[in-house]
Structure formats: C-alpha cells, structure tokens
T-cell receptor, first 113, second 114 residues
C-alpha cells in the first residue's frame, strides 16, 4: 500500500539533546513537508522540499534542520536550539499531477523534559 | 500573503442533521486550490474534499459538499446526515503554486451529538 510513514509514534528526549524524526513516503511524490501542531492549534510549516537536495524554510524553521538526500525520505532534526520542542509533528507529501493536495503521515508526538 | 480564516472555533450538530462550516480566504491570485481536511482524535489528517478555483461547479464527495463563492472568497463545507464519526477538527486550506503557499486555517472543532 502506498502511503507516508512516520516513526516513532511517541518520542521522549531530555532537554539539550538533538532528536531526528523519520518520514518516508512511497507515493513517488516530489514535494515533502514538515508541520508542527501545538494543542488546540492549527498547523505551522517548518520546512518543505520540492525536489531532492533542495529545501526551503517555512514559517517556524528556527531550531530545526532537514535533509532530502532521497526522494522517499525527509527527516527532521529538532536541535537543542529549539526553545519549545514538545509538540506533535506531521509530515506530508504532494505530487505535481494530483492537484496539489497534501497527504499526511500519522504524526510523531515529541516530548522533551 | 495568503490567509485563511475559520471564524467558528467550535460547532456542534445533532446526529443525522446537517451542519455548515465556514471558511474565508484572502488572495490576489485567480488560479488556486482549496481543501477541507479532517483531523479526528487519532490526529491523522485526512483529505475530505478539494475545489479548483477555475471550476464553477461545487465539489461533492458523498455526504460532503462545498459552497465555493469565488468573488466573496468563501469556501464553506456542508456535512449532510452527520454521523458520530464526523466528530473531528476540520481545517480549511489554500494552495497556489506547487510546493509553496499551502496555508491552513486555524480549524473548527465539530462535535456530533447522539
């Protein structure tokens, strides 16, 4: 089945540690995105990538980093510079041919203490 | 910059009744796409319906339909015969250029009463 996978579902880290969230898609989509969602809030764009080896900052990129070495993969690193990293993180992808809608993974809940 | 507004933070509907969720947006573009996404308690974002701005006909998907008013920049979602499984957060979204400017509204929490 085609889709987007994010792992792990729940992640716990100590303050000051970097942590990497995984996102993989087998939909052959060109573009991939990372969003952050805080309780009761909407989605805020962290980073997006339209093509391999290229990515752009979204609205809240500070304290985060990404890479896009393969079309299928778009990992997000939450660095120790991110002031409030505890949140729900959603990965999405979209393809040129399908009218621009984004398809989402199940999300990762990150808790930093 | 494009913005999307959902003026109803919370709505409720009786099971089997009809409810309409509101969405307005601001853009200077003439060609764009609009979407409604559903986020149930599992937090998985699910695409409900999409509308191409160049199409005058309103999109429908089973019990879900939209009222797209391009001149008014309004894009409301109507849910007919509401079911308990429709209870979720609903997000309106706008997209213009490929890979860019995908903007979400703040969401409307829909409760379905048995």
């Amino acid at each position: 089945d085609g889709g987007i996978t994010q792992s792990p579902k729940y992640l716990f880290r100590k303050e000051g540690q970097n942590v990497t969230l995984s996102c993989e898609q087998n939909l052959n989509h060109d573009a991939m995105y990372w969003y952050r969602q805080d309780p009761g809030q909407g989605l805020r764009l962290i980073y997006y990538s339209q093509i391999v080896n290229d990515f752009q900052k979204g609205d809240i990129a500070e304290g985060y980093s990404v890479s896009r070495e393969k079309k299928e993969s778009f990992p997000l690193t939450v660095t120790s510079a991110q002031k409030n990293p505890t949140a729900f993180y959603l990965c999405a992808s979209s393809a040129r041919a399908t009218g621009y809608e984004q398809y989402f993974g199940p999300g990762t809940r990150l808790t930093v203490t | 910059a494009q913005t999307v507004t959902q003026s109803q933070p919370e709505m409720s509907v009786q099971e089997a009744e009809t409810v309409t969720l509101s969405c307005t947006y601001d853009t200077s573009e003439s060609d764009y796409y609009l979407f409604w996404y559903k986020q149930p308690p599992s937090r998985q974002m699910i695409l409900v319906i999409r509308q191409e701005a160049y199409k005058q006909q309103n999109a429908t998907e089973n019990r879900f339909s939209v009222n797209f008013q391009k001149a008014a920049k309004s894009f409301s979602l109507k849910i007919s015969d509401s079911q308990l499984g429709d209870a979720a957060m609903y997000f309106c979204a706008y997209s213009h250029n490929y890979g860019q400017n995908f903007v979400f509204g703040p969401g409307t929490r829909l409760s379905v009463l048995p």
